[in-house]
């Protein structure tokens, strides 16, 4: 009966093993061969048992062999790679590929090379690749998906956070064949070509250029924040929604309705077979020769794959194109299946194309979230059963009452579903968002989604028309959105936790199955349950002092954050210290959303015990807001309260509307116990010495800093923040011992610090420079480098080595480094 569930799950194993295994495997195919030839051979014998353990094996390696082969190579951009080197200017002929996404700020443009051209070549020569280009400038409205371009830019390598826990967005688009990247910052570098110049046929373009035309009428017809949803809901590109109201619909809970999927294709595929159903039903002919509903069921089908191609053939939307598929195929054959066994059948067929799908999050939370409410489903509709009455006031009573009991138990089946993988993804989980969902999925899904669908028709028949729906259509949005924000500001909405293991993980979902399935054994029923209900409780309790409870040893990280700094204090006794996080990064980047928070999620870490900023530059700083608001700071230590910086006052107040207290160093000593000790090196009270106005008596920023010294009893680190040359002579003249096995480089390795008196007071074993990849030439200096050789010091550098890691051993301490793939 669920022969197919087995065949995937099997299937899904080899895969899944071979994505997370720490270690490369090679599956000779020969092996697999070998172990199908057994189960033919037994299958024969009427071996049933054998033939059986013989068949899950073999699915099981051939999912390993299958994800190994996709893993193995760059496939058609490896020309592209291997000719054009990081770093190269050069410039490109080729062909826009998909519709350019973005919003007002940048846009993304796909880019087909036909054609190369460098510094070392007097002529075009032909290439084939991918590049993705960000464009800090308009594009060219009249440039669609198809037409060729000329550009120039300097081609890099995606460079991925060494960071563990952060989004590798390297290995991102690897996946998707890209492996090199460029900016763009004028129109006047990159413009179109008469000539048009392709690998493949102009005609495989067309869908792409009917979604760019449709993303342009959108744009002309609404406001920015109507367009981008719009262009979510029937495109499935969300990179026009401002990221305000993503945010509002990620703290409502609600961000899955922006995902094209099961819903939007149900909806769709109602509305076509209603049209054809009524249209077909006016012939006698087919009437009488026919079965006009299989027929209307089959008309779908084209319409649904259309729209399967517009919508960008994400995930979700092939797994409901699928479905609808199997749907369609039973009806016609007249035989009904498992709703379990159509999607099991869903995800081994996008599996075999793509396995690596099984790694991403729109996978699995979209299997996760399907297959939980598929389960309860029986549930459901014995709870919220229909109740018959006579009147249509009762009638109508009833109805809505038993819609709303559906509406909430299948937001609670979908929440259920997915909350490890939200919790493993994305480190958050909405507390609204089963009464968010009951108001806006219906605004959303049985408003705007029917007329968008219907305005999409309109747009290639009677542009006016088209514009005129959207508008009607965009009231429900504008409503979306006030809900969803209304939702997102309460105090309780969003609970931030660390992410689950993989192992809790697998055991949440087979405690999950056994709840559900346990009905089968009456006499254990209750007991069972009771026990797999416990096991869910205990999954979503707050982790972090579960997970404190194994650490034994002091632990120190320095950030790969970028050009700038942030450290990670670890001990013993689970308390947790962050020492600056901050860097020199784009607007739209916030290094603690990014870096800071994944990282800590990534340790196991929830709350944070104490912030210590050692002076007030952005780069020191600029991250920490977020951490304040996720990670329930309990003290925020500061060099001054000077308020003549507009960044450094906002964090001062969002610490107070926070609750976090802010303390000004009054002593040496900011923390004591056994096993570790921080404190301030150098005058004290030099720090505690302020005018009645709050500013600090030194006008220069980076001495006027905090230099702190961890000790713990088999290593010690200095962490001085940006202090100068002169500064470090003050320090040593004035600290009886500077004495400690690692340094963080002053400045980040700026020939302005790093004195080599300051390196011969502290004599340290290791000097970690934490700087970014693109300064190189001056963070860290060559000056630097050199006086650290000289004196016998190992350099570690983040933009280099990646995360470094200082951990406690028995009897001394080690250092690794991270480095992504």
């Not at 460098?118 to 594009?139: A, C, R, V």
Request: glycine residues 6%.
């Amino acid at each position: 009966k669920y022969l197919l569930v087995t065949v995937t799950i099997c299937f899904s194993l080899g895969i899944a093993f071979s994505l997370f295994s720490e270690h490369s495997f090679h599956i000779p195919p020969i092996l697999v061969a070998v172990l199908f030839l057994i189960c033919f051979l037994l299958w024969l014998c009427r071996f049933t048992r054998a033939m059986l353990l013989f068949f899950c094996c073999s699915l099981f390696f051939s999912g390993m062999l299958l994800a190994t082969n996709h893993r193995s190579s760059p496939g058609a951009s490896a020309q592209l790679t291997n000719l054009l080197k990081n770093g190269t200017e050069t410039a490109i002929i080729g062909v826009l590929a998909e519709h350019v996404s973005g919003n007002d700020v940048t846009q993304k443009a796909i880019i087909d090379a036909v054609y190369y051209r460098t510094s070392e070549s007097s002529h075009f020569l032909p290439i084939t690749g991918t590049i993705l280009l960000t464009l800090t400038t308009g594009w060219h409205a009249t440039i669609l998906p198809g037409d060729s371009v000329i550009f120039k830019t300097e081609l890099r390598t995606p460079r991925a956070t060494n960071t563990p826990g952060t989004f590798n967005y390297k290995e991102y688009l690897a996946k998707k064949g890209i492996y090199r990247v460029g900016t763009i910052s004028s129109p006047l570098m990159i413009q179109p070509v008469v000539n048009r110049f392709h690998h493949r046929s102009p005609s495989s373009y067309r869908v792409e250029r009917a979604r760019a035309i449709i993303a342009q009428n959108l744009s002309v017809f609404l406001p920015a924040t109507q367009s981008g949803l719009y262009r979510a809901l029937l495109l499935g590109d969300k990179t026009g929604v401002p990221v305000s109201v993503i945010e509002a619909f990620k703290g409502a809970g609600v961000m899955h309705i922006l995902a094209i999927s099961g819903m939007h294709m149900s909806l769709l595929g109602i509305f076509i077979f209603s049209i054809m159903y009524w249209l077909l039903r006016r012939s006698e002919y087919l009437i009488l020769t026919t079965n006009v509903k299989k027929l209307s069921v089959l008309f779908c089908i084209p319409v649904l794959c259309l729209y399967t191609l517009l919508a960008g053939a994400n995930t979700p939307v092939l797994r409901s194109f699928v479905m609808s598929l199997f749907v369609v195929f039973a009806l016609c054959i007249n035989r009904k299946k498992s709703t379990i066994t159509i999607l099991a059948g869903a995800a081994l067929i996008l599996l075999l194309f793509d396995p690596l799908a099984l790694g991403t999050a729109s996978f699995q939370l979209s299997f996760a979230a399907v297959g939980t409410i598929i389960m309860i489903s029986p549930k459901i509709r014995s709870w919220a059963s229909p109740v018959a009455s006579n009147d249509s006031i009762s009638r109508f009573k009833n109805g809505l009452i038993r819609w709303l009991k559906i509406g909430v138990m299948v937001s609670f089946a979908a929440t259920l579903g997915t909350a490890p993988l939200l919790l493993y993804h994305f480190n958050r989980l909405s507390l609204v968002t089963i009464p968010a969902n009951i108001i806006i999925e219906p605004l959303l899904c049985l408003w705007s989604l029917p007329i968008g669908f219907v305005a999409l028709f309109a747009m290639f028949i009677y542009t006016p028309l088209a514009g005129f729906l959207l508008q009607i259509g965009a009231v429900g949005l504008n409503i979306s959105v006030t809900v969803a924000s209304f939702f997102n500001q309460l105090p309780i909405s969003t609970l931030w936790l660390p992410s689950p293991s993989l192992s809790s993980i697998t055991l949440y979902y087979l405690a999950l199955a056994g709840l559900l399935t346990v009905h089968h054994i009456p006499l254990l029923k209750w007991p069972i349950r009771a026990g797999f209900a416990s096991s869910l409780l205990l999954f979503l309790l707050p982790v972090t002092p579960l997970v404190h409870l194994g650490y034994h040893t002091n632990k120190v990280s320095f950030i790969d954050i970028g050009q700038g700094s942030a450290s990670i204090i670890e001990l013993s006794n689970g308390r947790t210290i962050v020492v600056d996080g901050g860097a020199l990064s784009a607007p739209d980047f916030d290094c603690g959303e990014r870096i800071l928070a994944p990282f800590l999620w990534h340790r196991g870490i929830g709350k944070v015990d104490d912030i210590v900023v050692t002076h007030a530059d952005a780069d020191h700083y600029s991250g920490l807001p977020t951490i304040i608001k996720r990670f329930s700071v309990k003290r925020l230590w500061l060099p001054h309260l000077n308020r003549d910086k507009k960044g450094y006052a906002d964090l001062c107040d969002l610490a107070k509307r926070q609750r976090t207290q802010i303390h000004v160093p009054d002593r040496n000593i900011i923390f004591l116990d056994k096993n570790a000790r921080l404190e301030l090196l150098g005058d004290i009270t030099k720090i505690i010495n302020k005018h009645s106005d709050g500013k600090t008596n030194s006008q220069d920023e980076n001495d006027n800093g905090l230099v702190l010294k961890l000790t713990t009893p088999n290593f010690s680190v200095i962490f001085p923040g940006d202090i100068s040359r002169a500064q470090e002579r003050k320090l040593v003249l004035r600290s009886h011992d500077l004495r400690a096995n690692i340094l963080l480089s002053p400045h980040h390795g700026s020939s302005t610090s790093n004195s080599e008196i300051f390196y011969k007071a502290i004599q340290p074993d290791y000097l970690v420079i934490s700087a970014g990849k693109w300064k190189n030439s001056r963070f860290p200096s060559q000056k630097t480098l050199l006086t650290a050789e000289r004196m016998g010091i190992r350099v570690l550098n983040t933009a280099k080595d990646g995360t470094i890691l200082v951990e406690q051993t028995k009897d001394d301490f080690k250092i690794s480094s991270f480095l992504a793939q």
